[in-house]
C-alpha cells in the first residue's frame, strides 16, 4: 500500500508562483513512475507531468517552460514547481503514483486557486 501525502496549493495571483510536494513514506523506492494530475471544475481529470524512478520527465504543452516536476530521494517526495501561474491552473492537483509491480494510487488533492 502506497500513502501519498500532498501540500502545498492555496491561493496566489496570476504570474506568481506555488511548489507542490507529494510525499510516499516508506514506500518511495516501490514507485516506478509518479505523476501530477490537475482537475478544474467542470473538467475531466488531465495529466500535467510525470517524473520516472530514473529521473526522466515530461510535461505536457500548456505547462512547459513554467512547471518542472522533480523528485528528492533522500525525502521521498516528488515536487511540483509552477511559476507563471495562469487563471487557467487554476484546479485541485493530485499526485499519482505507479508502483514497480503495477499498481497505482492516488493522492486526495490539493486546491490551487490562481487569481486575476
Known amino acids: 500500500q502506497v500513502k501519498l501525502v500532498e501540500s502545498g496549493g492555496g491561493l496566489v495571483q496570476a504570474g506568481g508562483s506555488l511548489q507542490l510536494s507529494c510525499a510516499a513514506p516508506?514506500?518511495?523506492?516501490?514507485?516506478?513512475?509518479m505523476a501530477w494530475h490537475r482537475q478544474a471544475p467542470g473538467n475531466e481529470r488531465e495529466l500535467v507531468a510525470t517524473i520516472t524512478s530514473r529521473g526522466r520527465t515530461f510535461a505536457e504543452d500548456f505547462v512547459k517552460g513554467r512547471f518542472t516536476i522533480s523528485r528528492d530521494n533522500a525525502k521521498n517526495t516528488v515536487y511540483l514547481q509552477m511559476s507563471n501561474l495562469k487563471t487557467e491552473d487554476t484546479a485541485v492537483y493530485y499526485c499519482?503514483?505507479?508502483?514497480?509491480?503495477?499498481?497505482?494510487?492516488w493522492g486526495q488533492g490539493t486546491q490551487v486557486t490562481v487569481s486575476s
Open positions: 516508506g514506500s518511495f523506492s516501490d514507485i516506478d513512475v
Open positions: 499519482y503514483a505507479i508502483t514497480f509491480g503495477g499498481r497505482s494510487y
